[in-house]
């Protein structure tokens, strides 16, 4: 009697098991206020961007935050936060460079920025308390997130910046020789998805010419509006499906 208690038991057991639902993967976003922005009147493009998935399949978890550099997210905690969540099949795409430019030191307009390029130049820095920190590369920075996303068994997906509305003879500046190819260079190197969503929203401002770009931007010439976010968010996903390997598509609405 007992040992068909135990057998019973355990076939139960196995059954929950077997038929417990499987957890959703999560989509996690990383970055600045383009991706992330509570200001009222404006809108980064990760939050219309869950719109175009299919979340009764996969979780999308906006994890960007305004005014932060890959250098801030990292220093802050923001990023280990994200890694101690991440679980094998999740995906996690990072898009920073709008708040990297400044000279690296402990001032108040210093501290976001970080050294130019992809290699492994440092800086170390003093604060007035005695703490002492190293400065990296901006590629340094997305090597280490996405290396680590790895080690978790997630999906790291290299996006490069949105430009900003500045025009210069009809054309917007794009960031082709800068923090959009550092972005490229370090996906490449790391075997990384790449959406160049820089080389794509610049494209589309040009066809639309700088007075109805100027219509996205209420405040600044970084900060979109809703509306701005959402022709951002499908510029994104527009970027996605000419990645054709890339296991995130497969969760994407067909709209």
């Not at 007035?128 to 997305?142: A, C, M, N, R």
């Not at 923090?179 to 820089?198: K, M, R, S, T």
Request: hydrophobic share 35%; with cysteine.
């Amino acid at each position: 009697m007992n040992k068909r208690i135990i057998l019973l038991g355990l076939f139960v057991a196995a059954s929950i098991i077997a038929f417990k639902k499987k957890e959703k993967p999560v989509l996690y976003l990383i970055g600045d206020s383009t991706v992330r922005n509570a200001n009222k009147g404006t809108s980064g493009w990760g939050t219309p961007v869950a719109e175009l998935f299919d979340t009764t399949r996969i979780q999308v978890k906006n994890k960007a935050m305004a005014g932060r550099s890959t250098r801030t997210f990292l220093s802050e905690g923001r990023w280990e936060s994200v890694l101690q969540s991440l679980r094998p099949g999740d995906f996690v795409t990072m898009q920073f460079g709008h708040n990297e430019g400044s000279v690296p030191d402990t001032t108040k307009a210093g501290r976001r920025g970080v050294l130019k390029g992809t290699g492994e130049e440092t800086k170390v820095l003093t604060w007035p308390d005695g703490k002492k920190e190293t400065v990296h590369t901006y590629g340094w920075y997305l090597r280490k997130f996405v290396r680590e996303a790895k080690a978790k068994g997630a999906i790291p997906i290299i996006v490069s910046m949105i430009p900003r509305n500045q025009f210069n003879n009809g054309k917007v500046l794009r960031a082709a020789e800068s923090f959009g190819q550092w972005a490229n260079d370090v996906a490449h190197e790391e075997n990384a998805y790449f959406i160049d969503l820089n080389t794509i929203v610049a494209d589309k401002y040009d066809q639309m010419g700088p007075e109805k770009v100027k219509t996205f931007f209420p405040e600044d010439h970084t900060h979109t509006n809703l509306e701005g976010a959402k022709f951002n968010a499908l510029a994104l996903v527009e970027g996605l499906r000419t990645v054709k390997d890339c296991p995130l598509n497969k969760y994407l609405l067909n709209k």
